[in-house]
């Protein structure tokens, strides 16, 4: 599996998880990185993206001013940090690579399920 994604859980509304993205054998530095995530029975849908030197970013409308995606070019990682979260946003998160902010990329992790409950 080219990508590992890790940090999913159950949470509380109104609670907090990072999600971490590595990569399997090589550097993506230079690559245009996304989250993506699938509720049950939806389509997936892009979450978040960010250009390979970090400075710009895109969100969908359902997580603007909640999530943030960011990346360490030293670590080699990707990360969501998800704040106030709702039961809407319970799904598989994924993460992807060589994307664009309207179309995924070839490469593909597992996911790591995320669980808004009380």
């Known amino acids: 599996v080219p990508l590992v994604e890790s940090g999913g859980g159950l949470v509380q509304p109104g609670g907090s998880l990072r999600l971490s993205c590595a990569p399997s054998g090589f550097r993506f530095s230079w690559l245009y990185m996304s989250w993506y995530r699938q509720a049950p029975g939806k389509e997936r849908e892009l979450v978040a993206s960010i250009t390979t030197t970090g400075d710009i970013t895109n969100y969908s409308d359902s997580v603007k001013g909640r999530f943030t995606i960011s990346r360490d070019g030293v670590r080699n990682m990707l990360y969501l940090q998800m704040d106030n979260l709702k039961p809407e946003d319970t799904a598989v998160y994924f993460c992807?690579?060589?994307?664009?902010?309207?179309?995924?990329?070839?490469?593909w992790g597992r996911g790591t399920q995320v669980t808004v409950s009380s």
């Open positions: 992807n690579a060589g994307g664009t902010d309207s179309d995924p990329g070839q490469t």
